[in-house]
């Protein structure tokens, strides 16, 4: 049974919903490389079973795929804790949301689906996102 192909999409996504969706399809791809290897093993003809070489190629293929999804899920953790902390530095400083409505003094930062979302003094919420305008209290 030939298998003619499998394609993987990796993208870096900016939220945790995005990543979040990345991390799915990822996973996805990866079961379904695993299903693909399964279905061919077990019907692979008895007379003219495959090839060690070719068995030892797939599962280092697959070997490779498992990696390279727990690299990007490293690589995704990384990046939000970078962005967190970044943010983090806004606090006590007065933000202007990039559509310019939302302003004041940041109290806190938190993670959430959207983003990294800053509150204000006044319990504003300000998504921290390309475009915001940042200045000293």
């Known amino acids: 049974m030939a298998v003619t192909g499998v394609s993987s999409t990796t993208s870096t996504a900016s939220s945790t919903q995005a990543s979040t969706t990345d991390a799915k399809k990822a996973s996805l791809d990866y079961d379904s490389f695993l299903t693909l290897l399964i279905a061919q093993m077990k019907n692979q003809d008895p007379t003219d079973p495959m090839d060690s070489s070719e068995q030892i190629s797939q599962l280092a293929t697959f070997s490779q795929v498992e990696q390279s999804i727990k690299a990007n899920t490293n690589l995704e953790s990384l990046i939000s804790l970078t962005n967190l902390n970044s943010a983090a530095t806004y606090i006590g400083k007065t933000v202007t949301s990039a559509d310019g409505v939302t302003s004041g003094e940041i109290k806190s930062i938190k993670w ?26």
């Open 112 to 137: 959430a689906s959207d983003g990294v979302v800053a509150t204000t003094v006044d319990g504003k919420a300000i998504t921290i996102q390309e475009g915001i305008k940042v200045t000293s209290s």
